[in-house]
Structures are given as structure tokens and as C-alpha cells.
């Protein structure tokens, strides 16, 4: 509802002979990301999150196998581990790709290299404490809570500033930063868009922040994705005509796919929402911190 009530506003904007700083203020506005886009983004760490702490059970456990917005769960926390009312958590799951199909030839061992990705669930308001135990009520869902998810005290996400997408350079020059490529998504998608989430093999051992840009590209003729490709098609396709020479894939000008802003970042990886594409972007497809 924010999300459609922003863009009418720039919409009405933009038609009513505003100034350039009032148009630019109104396109950064309807750019900005939701709560929900920020925190339940997903993320992967170099180490187990939450240790032991976890969500054990909730009201109505007996009849309810998940718990969601507004129910009332029970953690394995309390005042002797010097829990408090009103102390934030967030909830998280450990995930890993169900599938297990590569879609580009180092994948799997990229994935591995960020560490353990997570799933974020929502955030849980200390109402109760107990000993050993303590009642906590879901203020924010991002997905169904179950038994054993783990819980850590919640941290603000920050984010911004946002880049006008007017302003995005379709043929920018290699920025001489550190280069990665986008290794998986969210829900383990092979294929993004705008507004997506993507996962980094950059993070904080490579100088990355919350808030930085990176620019998404790829090279014609690359042929690192498991998926069929016709072998030299960047300077020749049968019946279609070809190039007076062969090109290498180093040899030909990249494309500019996109660019998106970290939400999060680990040791060797960051979350990234994707804030402008103008085409499809694929794991396997570079990165480069602009």
C-alpha cells in the first residue's frame, strides 16, 4: 500500500510542474525499499547465528504447527540469561538450496564460501520473562515461524541514500573495484528483476557496506551456465550472418545489466536489492562495487 501510494504521489508529482529538486526528492522517495524488502531480505554468515537460542514452542501449540503476525511464541531464553520485557529479537532459519542444480559451473563452491545463508522470519517482542523461559509476541512476519528457529537480539538495518535510476550509465566504464559475481537469490532463484534480492561473494574482508552500489554486468560469449549455449554466438549465429574475425568473450564491450545497494553484509558476501535492471539478470552474471 506505501509502496503504490509513493508512486502515485510521484506520478502527481512529475505532472504538476514541480521543481527539478522536488521531481529528484519524489523519485528517491518512490525508490526507497519497504520494511519488508529490508528485513526480510535473507542473508548468509560466516558463522551459526543465534547459537542456541531459539523459539521452542507458543499458545495454541497443539494446534498449531506455525506461528505468524500477532501470535505468542515461547523461547529458551529468560532472566537468567538476563533477558528483559521489551527486548527485540529477530527470528532467522538456516537454508540451504533444496534443489541442488547449478545453474553456472562454480556455484556450489561459491555458496559455500559465503557461509551459511538464512532465511529471515520476522521479529519477536519480549512481553513475559520467566526463569528459563520467556513468552514473546511476533510484532513483524516475514514468513511462518516454527519450533527451532533460531532467535539473536534484532539490529536495525540501514539503508540509503538511493540513486535516481535516471541516472543509471548503460555504458559505464569498468570501475576498478573489486569484482564478484551474483552466486544465488532469494528463495534460491536462478533468474531476477528489479526490486529482487540478490547474494554477493563480496563482503566486508573485500570493504563492503551497508549502502554501497554495485553495478551488474555480463560478457558476450561467456559460457560458464550449465544450460546449453551456442558456442561462439557473440560474433556469429548460423544463417544470420557473423563477424570478418573471431571475438573472445574479453574481446567485445560488457553489458550493463543493473545495479542494486547492500542491505547487509558478511564477511565474504552481501545482500543486495536490486534498484534498477534493464534486463534479466542471471546467477553467474558479474558484480562490481561502483
Request: proline share 5%.
Amino acid at each position: 500500500m506505501l509502496a503504490k501510494s509513493a508512486k502515485l504521489s510521484l506520478a502527481l508529482l512529475l505532472g504538476a510542474g514541480v521543481s527539478v529538486a522536488q521531481r529528484t526528492e519524489a523519485v528517491a522517495k518512490a525508490n526507497q525499499p519497504d520494511a519488508s524488502q529490508v528485513n526480510c531480505a535473507g542473508f548468509f554468515a560466516d558463522a551459526k547465528v543465534g547459537g542456541d537460542a531459539a523459539v521452542v514452542s507458543g499458545e495454541e501449540s497443539l494446534n498449531k504447527l506455525t506461528f505468524s503476525n500477532g501470535d505468542y511464541v515461547h523461547i529458551n531464553r529468560g532472566m537468567n540469561q538476563g533477558v528483559r520485557e521489551g527486548d527485540l529479537y529477530s527470528v532467522v532459519r538456516a537454508e540451504n538450496d533444496p534443489d541442488k542444480v547449478s545453474w553456472f559451473k562454480w556455484q556450489p563452491k561459491l555458496v559455500k564460501a559465503m557461509g551459511q545463508g538464512y532465511l529471515d522470519l520476522g521479529q519477536i517482542k519480549v512481553v513475559k520473562v520467566q526463569p528459563k523461559t520467556s513468552i514473546a509476541k511476533v510484532v513483524f512476519s516475514c514468513g511462518p515461524i516454527q519450533r527451532g528457529d533460531a532467535i539473536y537480539q534484532y539490529q536495525p538495518r540501514p539503508v540509503g541514500p538511493f540513486k535516481d535510476p535516471s541516472t543509471f550509465d548503460h555504458f559505464a566504464p569498468v570501475s576498478g573495484k573489486p569484482v564478484a559475481m551474483v552466486v544465488t537469490s532469494k528463495d534460491w532463484a536462478q533468474s531476477v528483476g528489479q526490486r529482487d534480492i540478490i547474494y554477493v561473494n563480496l563482503g566486508t574482508a573485500q570493504g563492503v557496506k551497508v549502502g554501497d552500489y554495485f553495478r551488474i554486468f555480463k560478457y558476450q560469449g561467456s559460457r560458464s551456465e550449465t544450460a546449453p549455449t551456442v558456442k561462439g554466438y557473440q560474433y556469429k549465429i548460423y544463417g544470420f550472418g557473423s563477424a570478418p574475425q573471431a571475438y573472445e568473450w574479453n574481446d567485445l564491450p560488457r553489458e550493463i545489466l543493473g545495479e542494486g545497494i547492500v542491505l547487509n553484509v558478511g564477511k565474504n558476501s552481501s545482500t543486495v536489492l536490486i534498484t534498477y535492471t534493464k534486463s534479466e539478470i542471471y546467477a553467474g552474471d558479474y558484480v562490481e562495487i561502483e
